[in-house]
Structures are given as C-alpha cells and as structure tokens.
C-alpha cells in the first residue's frame, strides 16, 4: 500500500516539474509579415560605346626598291640599268626627297607624302631636266631651289597643298604644271624672262583678279597653251601673249569681254568661257569673229543669241544658255554674193550644240542650207 502511494506521488512530481518548466520557456513573439515591397529596378545600363580608332599618325612605311647595279641609287627608288638616266620613286610611301644622283635627268616622285621641297634637296640633281612632284603633300618650297637647276624643263606639281607659285623658276622651263593646288598668290615676277614656256597650267586654285598682275604674263613669248579654268577670276587676263594656242578660262566668273581682246592673237585656235557669267551685253558682237578660231565653248552662261562667228570654226558649244531662236541667215558666216558651190567658201561648222536652250526641234532649213559641213546638231 505504501510503495502504490509512493509511486503515486514521484508520477505527481514529475507531471508538476514538467507544466513548471514549459510555462518557464519564454514565448517567441508572434511573427508579424510585414507587406511586401518590391525591390526597385536598376536604371538599364547604357549600351557598350566602342571607342573610335586613333588617327593614323604614321604613315606606311616607306616601300624599298629592288636592289640596284647603281651604288648611289636610294633604296627607295628604282634605277632600271636600261635607263641610266631616270630615277623611279613614284608611288613608294616617300616622306622626303631622297638624294638624287648627278646622273639623273628623269625624276618621278609622285605619289607619295612629301611636303616640303627643302633647299638640299635638288643639290647633286644640277642635270636634271624632268621632275614630277605630283599628287603630294608640298605646302612650302624654299627659295632658290629650282634656281640651282639651269637644264629643268618639265616642272609637274599638280595636286599638292602649294599657296603660291613657286619662285625663282629657271628660265628654260617649257612646261610648267601647278593644277589643283590652294595658289591665291602669283608674283608679279613669277614668270619674267621665261620665254621658252610653252605650257602653263594653273587650273583648279582660288587665283582672282587681283592675283595677276598687268604684266604676270608678258613675258612668255612662245606661250601655247594657258590654262586658267576653275578659279575665281572676273575678269578676262591681261596682256596674254600673240602666240597662244589655247586659253582656257571655263568655270571662273567672267561677265564680259573687252571688244578687241583677241584682237593680236595670230594662232588661236582653242577658246573655252563655259561656266563663267557671259551675256550679250558683255559680248561684243564681232569679238569672235576670228580667222583661226577652230573651237569655241560657251556653254553654261546667260546668252541670249548666237555670237557671230567666223567661216573657219568647226565647233561650237551654245547649250545651256538662254537662247530662244536661232536664225540660218543670220548667224551665217558666209557674205552675200559668195558661190554656194564653192566648198572653200562654205562655213566650215561641223559641230553645234544648242540643247539646254529655249528651242524646240525641228532644225531650220536655213541653218541646214547654210552649213553644208555639218556633221551633228544637237538642239
């Protein structure tokens, strides 16, 4: 009886201590969600930028001959044993001129980078006689360096960054090419005692009528050929020698031309206005009626009628102008009275371009009669 009360009493004990313990555990407050935020978006990244390549500044390297049987041949040229006398360094990455043997009497250096002509350069070439210096970069010449070379004939400079023609030319130059260059500046001595020239071309450069002297060109006696088109001249350039050939002034800004200016011009043969500001108030009637004029371009400009012209042109370029009617009779060379059988006599026009005008076709039978030798007509 004793050991069940006993057992009795250890149960009651254990049960008491365990409610004890569990009420002694402290509670975990209850969890409270707290309301959902969403997390901010991060601003789209700017797309990847590829950094533009550097500017070259260097250029390509320089592009070496072959070997030569030449001692004194430049690496970077090329001495062919067939032309003792011709030095080929066109198109080799060239920065500056090479030292040019004494033989040498040819010289190509075109295309390539050279931008200056220093006062050493030509210094053993006193024999050379062609130099062509095309298609670089030459922006300064120094003085005297084609001073220093008696038997230059052929100077080629076209498409460098050249402002001003250069001085202190030899006077036995015959052919002298300056063409698409920046020149606004021509010496009024640039071209003195060079009477064997027979060829100056200055076409394409920013020359205006206040860059030519009165006398720039007096003294080129034995000039042919004067190539002064696309430049920004007005007015038509003075004191032109009587033993041109050709003149060539299309693409400037020419509005009229004297009355005489062909006047003492004994060989011309080649006359081109095209592109310029031409009307019949700033063209004399009569001014092209010249004896040796074989081609006449006037195309591009403001006239209203056809010029007069002489029986010995064969070719003449009207289009784009603003004509409205053309007359055979009128713009007949020939005088009345004269045998129209005769084929010495008859106008010998084998070439008009009238389209670009105010005409409509058909072609006039006068213009037809009158021009016997007509080849084309374009209206």
């Known amino acids: 009886m004793k050991t069940g009360l006993g057992y009795c009493s250890l149960l009651v004990l254990l049960l008491t201590t365990d409610v004890l313990g569990q009420r002694a555990r402290p509670r975990k407050p209850p969890t409270t969600r707290k309301p959902s935020v969403a997390a901010p978006k991060k601003p789209p990244s700017a797309p990847k930028t590829v950094p533009e390549p550097p500017e ?6 320089p592009i070496l001959g072959p070997p030569s049987s030449f001692p004194d041949c430049p690496r970077e040229c090329f001495c062919p044993p067939s032309y003792p006398n011709a030095l080929y360094c066109e198109n080799r990455n060239i ?3 090479p030292v040019i043997p004494f033989r040498t009497h040819y010289l190509y250096l075109q295309n390539n ?7 050493d350069s030509f210094e053993n070439a006193t024999e050379v006689k062609w130099i062509n210096l095309g298609n670089n ?15 230059l004939l052929y100077l080629y400079m076209e498409r460098n960054n050249l402002k001003e023609v250069p001085g202190d030319l030899p006077i036995g130059l015959e052919q002298l090419r300056l063409s698409h260059n920046q020149i606004s500046k021509v010496s009024p001595r640039a071209f003195s005692n060079m ?3 027979v060829l100056l071309d200055l076409h394409y450069n920013k020359i205006s009528d206040s860059n030519l002297g009165k006398n720039t060109f007096k003294d080129l006696k034995n000039l042919i050929q004067l190539n002064l088109a696309h430049n920004i001249l007005r007015k038509m350039p003075t004191n032109i020698p009587g033993s041109i050939f050709q003149l060539f002034l299309d693409r400037n800004n020419i509005e009229d031309i004297p009355q005489d200016y062909f006047k003492d011009f004994a060989n011309i043969a080649f006359v081109r206005l095209s592109y310029n500001q031409l009307s019949d ?3 004399p009637k009569m001014v092209f009626n010249i004896s040796t004029l074989l081609d006449l371009h006037l195309s591009h400009n403001k006239l209203n009628t056809i010029p007069v012209f002489n029986n010995h042109l064969e070719q003449l370029h009207l289009n784009n102008n603003n004509i409205e009617s053309i007359n055979g009779t009128e ?9 129209v059988d005769d084929v010495d006599s008859m106008p010998k026009l084998r070439y008009l371009r009238l389209d670009g005008n105010h005409l409509s076709p058909p072609v006039p039978m006068d213009v037809i009669t009158c021009f016997r030798h007509l080849h084309s007509i374009v209206i």
């Open 331 to 339: 713009i007949c060379p020939g005088r009345p009275g004269e045998d």
């Open 137 to 151: 970069r030459i922006r300064s010449i120094d003085k005297q360096v084609f001073e220093k070379l008696p038997n």
């Open 281 to 283: 108030k700033g063209v």
């Open 95 to 97: 920065r500056k001129i």
């Open 195 to 197: 009477k064997r020239l």
């Open 56 to 61: 070259p500044t260097d250029f390509p390297p």
């Open 113 to 119: 980078y050279i931008d200056q002509v220093s006062t």
